[in-house]
């Protein structure tokens, strides 16, 4: 079974695979250490992102956000989330 973009990003926030990097009030900056290598991943405000995966090169600064954006919007809003 493959799995879909939202359970790969589930799955690499799960496995601490997401390090946030430059974090300003318009975009987030983050790597993302994959199973082919590290990719560099932006996230903006607006829900545009950008990312140095072959998904990245065909879709970006669209709202059809890779498994690494996901990961890293993921990541920010479970940091986001209020200590239990
Ligand atoms: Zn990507």
């Known amino acids: 079974m493959t799995e879909t973009r939202a359970e790969k990003a589930q799955r690499l926030v799960d496995e601490g695979r997401v ?3 430059q ?3 318009s975009f987030t900056q983050a790597v993302v ?5 590290r990719y560099r991943t932006t ?5 545009t992102f950008w990312c140095t995966c ?3 090169d065909f879709h970006n600064y669209t709202d059809d956000l890779c ?12 940091e986001n989330e209020p200590c239990p």
């Open 43 to 47: 996230i903006y405000v607006n829900g």
């Open 19 to 21: 390090t946030i990097g």
């Open 23 to 25: 974090k300003t009030s």
């Open 67 to 78: 498994a690494h954006a996901l990961a890293v919007k993921l990541a920010t809003e479970k």
């Open 54 to 56: 072959k998904w990245g």
């Open 33 to 37: 250490q994959g199973k082919d290598g």
